[in-house]
């Protein structure tokens, strides 16, 4: 690889990192408004658990052990699983007992199979290009994955044609993400960040269609849903009144 290419490769590496910090960041609204609630309602845990699971398994593939020159890599997928495991814990704190046991178990599952795949690349497999295509072919495997798990919100966004618990701004971090990261590995081509992130850019593409769909149907049935929490307080309160007044007589 040339030095200019070296260099651009840098530079949409570091890109990429900062816009993966904020496709990482981007629920923090959504994680302020469950801690208020208290409760996850419908929001779903699987973009998180898919992320996470997709982050540990990047993180192994960044190694200089198994890919060498890849330490940008390493350093936002490393960032992003403090930042995941954050994020499943407060579904832990926030979810019902069924939901809670569904998410501890799932966690539970991915860290023994990212501890087994970690011991069989670094102790049975002894070239740096076995272990890039073995944790590579994982990478693309996970990658599809995390990109692919907002299809059960999707699904949910047709079904009743509102886009409330899908965040535009983790849609837009995830296509700036996908784009960031397909660039950076076809400067010197890596097909395990190229297919993976390619794949994840259509996928976001899908989702900003839908946002924009079911945008106005939204804003509806939430102007909707607060007039008719309107109406039901204010026949509380005259119900209230009506109570009021009978006592004051008897």
Same mark, same amino acid.
């Given at each position: 690889?040339?030095?200019?290419?070296?260099?651009?490769?840098? /530079? %949409?590496?570091? @890109?990429?990192?900062?816009?993966?910090? +904020?496709?990482? #960041?981007?629920? $923090?609204? *959504?994680?302020?408004?469950?801690?208020?609630?208290?409760?996850?309602?419908?929001?779903?845990?699987?973009?998180?658990?898919?992320?996470?699971?997709?982050?540990?398994?990047?993180?192994?593939?960044?190694?200089?052990?198994?890919?060498?020159?890849?330490?940008?890599?390493?350093?936002?997928?490393?960032?992003?699983?403090?930042?995941?495991?954050?994020?499943?814990?407060?579904?832990?704190?926030?979810?019902?007992?069924?939901?809670?046991?569904?998410?501890?178990?799932?966690? /539970? %599952?991915?860290? @023994?199979?990212?501890?087994?795949?970690? +011991?069989?690349? #670094?102790?049975? $497999?002894? *070239?740096?290009?076995?272990?890039?295509?073995?944790?590579?072919?994982?990478?693309?495997?996970?990658?599809?994955?995390?990109?692919?798990?907002?299809?059960?919100?999707?699904?949910?966004?047709?079904?009743?044609?509102?886009?409330?618990?899908?965040?535009?701004?983790?849609?837009?971090?995830?296509?700036?993400?996908?784009?960031?990261?397909?660039?950076?590995?076809?400067?010197?081509?890596?097909?395990?960040?190229?297919?993976?992130?390619?794949?994840?850019?259509?996928?976001? /593409?899908?989702?900003? @269609?839908?946002?924009?769909?079911?945008?106005?149907?939204?804003?509806?049935?939430?102007?909707?849903?607060?007039?008719?929490?309107?109406?039901?307080?204010?026949?509380?309160?005259?119900?209230?009144?009506?109570?009021?007044?009978?006592?004051?007589?008897?």
């Amino acid at each position: 690889m040339t030095a200019a290419a070296h260099i651009a490769r840098t /530079v %949409v590496g570091i @890109i990429g990192n900062i816009i993966s910090g +904020f496709l990482f #960041l981007s629920p $923090v609204p *959504t994680f302020i408004e469950i801690w208020k609630k208290g409760s996850v309602e419908q929001f779903s845990p699987a973009p998180y658990l898919a992320t996470l699971a997709n982050c540990m398994v990047w993180t192994l593939y960044g190694l200089p052990m198994v890919h060498p020159d890849s330490v940008l890599v390493v350093t936002i997928n490393g960032s992003g699983c403090v930042v995941e495991i954050i994020y499943v814990t407060l579904f832990l704190i926030y979810s019902n007992r069924n939901k809670r046991l569904k998410v501890f178990l799932w966690l /539970v %599952v991915e860290l @023994i199979f990212i501890a087994t795949l970690t +011991f069989v690349t #670094l102790r049975l $497999v002894h *070239t740096v290009k076995k272990r890039s295509a073995i944790v590579g072919t994982t990478c693309i495997i996970f990658n599809i994955m995390m990109y692919a798990a907002p299809l059960a919100v999707m699904k949910l966004v047709i079904m009743t044609k509102s886009v409330e618990y899908m965040p535009l701004s983790i849609s837009l971090a995830s296509f700036g993400n996908g784009v960031a990261w397909t660039t950076y590995a076809l400067i010197e081509f890596d097909p395990f960040i190229t297919v993976p992130n390619g794949i994840g850019t259509l996928f976001s /593409v899908a989702q900003l @269609i839908l946002y924009v769909t079911y945008y106005k149907s939204t804003k509806m049935q939430i102007a909707a849903r607060k007039a008719n929490k309107t109406e039901v307080d204010l026949s509380q309160v005259v119900v209230g009144n009506s109570d009021q007044r009978s006592k004051t007589n008897h």
